[in-house]
T-cell receptor, first 116, second 116 residues
Framework: DSGVTQTPKHLITATGQRVTLRCSPR?????VYWYQQSLDQGLQFLIQ???????AKGNILERFSAQQFPDLHSELNLSSLELGDSALYFC???????????????FGEGSRLTVL | GDSVTQMEGPVTLSEEAFLTINCTYT??????LFWYVQYPGEGLQLLLK?????DKGSNKGFEATYRKETTSFHLEKGSVQVSDSAVYFC???????????????FGKGTLLTVNP
């Protein structure tokens, strides 16, 4: 158990709909990352938040947005869903960096989204 | 940008066989290198890491050596077990860039199946 909790584990919805994925990081971790895993694209970095602020952006579509709340949990919002958005969405967390930082990310078990 | 190239799978081996999964990288900085493993139905977890040239990371019988001259970080295990069946991801991050806005860049993953 990594200590990172993601909900829901599975989600089935229709094209055009909007969903919200939730992530609770490990206790004490300030950074949250979102990744999308699909068969053809592999693991794609979407976005990173640190202590409530967006810090890095990857291949995140404009239809997608995220935020990190004061209690450090994060939500990934996916709107106007398309068939191609079907994927496994992972959240990962890490502690604050600096000289003691190991570079390790701690991953949740993922939220599997199926768009029909 | 930074990238990681892994050998394409799937890889199927018999128990006790020798395993090599090739990984090469392209990076502008001086990255740290990682191997993550994803067991069926689970999130990714760190298998081993190396933070500087000639470092050897090792864990659970797996090893990988950071080769700066060949920009490689190949994963090896002398005798695989059925329980090693999983997807293996090579990844890199630049810890020397400082701050908290770093990310892991992953290869596409290599599926390993070990048969009894």
């Amino acid at each position: 158990d990594s200590g990172v909790t993601q909900t829901p584990k599975h989600l089935i919805t229709a094209t055009g709909q909007r969903v919200t994925l939730r992530c609770s990081p490990r206790s004490g971790d300030l950074s949250v990352y979102w990744y999308q895993q699909s068969l053809d694209q592999g693991l794609q970095f979407l976005i990173q938040y640190y202590n409530g602020e967006e810090r890095a952006k990857g291949n995140i579509l404009e239809r997608f947005s995220a935020q990190q709340f004061p209690d450090l949990h994060s939500e990934l919002n996916l709107s106007s869903l398309e068939l191609g958005d079907s994927a496994l969405y992972f959240c990962a967390s890490s502690p604050w960096g600096g000289t003691t930082y190991t570079g390790e990310l701690f991953f949740g078990e993922g939220s599997r989204l199926t768009v029909l | 940008g930074d990238s990681v190239t892994q050998m394409e799978g799937p890889v199927t081996l018999s128990e006790e066989a020798f395993l090599t999964i090739n990984c090469t990288y392209t990076a502008t900085g001086y990255p740290s290198l990682f191997w993550y493993v994803q067991y069926p139905g689970e999130g990714l977890q760190l298998l081993l890491k190396a933070t500087k040239a000639d470092d050897k990371g090792s864990n659970k019988g797996f090893e990988a050596t950071y080769r700066k001259e060949t920009t490689s970080f190949h994963l090896e295990k002398g005798s695989v077990q059925v329980s090693d069946s999983a997807v293996y991801f090579c990844a890199l991050t630049d810890l020397n860039s400082g701050g908290s806005n770093y990310k892991l860049t992953f290869g596409k993953g290599t599926l390993l199946t070990v048969n009894p």
